[in-house]
């Protein structure tokens, strides 16, 4: 006759405190924060709102599993068709100084990417 012995604890446990949390980590070792539009100022907050309704229909009509190589190259065109196609004066300046700080356009990129390629 087989027997099982089991202990139910119903002790609850510790919750982990934040500083004992695993944080996302890049390739490199880095810690990678999430992009949140909260972090752009209100310009660039639109350019990024801008490009992640653009890149969804661009997902939804044309490519819907685009390569992961090209994503970037992908929400960068469609922002800038997105924008050409407005033909807003202040948009236009706003990305053309995103195109020159690669940082900020990193960025944005992410933030479009990450919010419209795996919604």
């Not at 099982?4 to 609850?12: G, T």
Request: charge should be neutral; include cysteine.
């Amino acid at each position: 006759m087989l027997t099982f012995n089991f202990k139910i604890s119903l002790e609850e446990e510790d919750e982990e405190e934040p500083s004992s949390r695993k944080r996302k980590r890049s390739a490199r070792g880095e810690h990678k924060e999430k992009v949140k539009l909260s972090h752009f100022d209100h310009g660039i907050n639109d350019l990024a709102l801008l490009g992640q309704r653009q890149i969804r229909l661009h997902i939804s009509v044309e490519n819907g599993f685009p390569n992961s190589n090209v994503k970037n190259q992908i929400s960068w065109k469609t922002l800038q068709n997105a924008i050409a196609d407005l033909k807003d004066a202040n948009l236009s300046t706003l990305l053309e100084g995103l195109a020159k700080d690669d940082s900020c356009k990193r960025k944005v990129l992410e933030y479009v990417s990450v919010q419209s390629f795996f919604f």
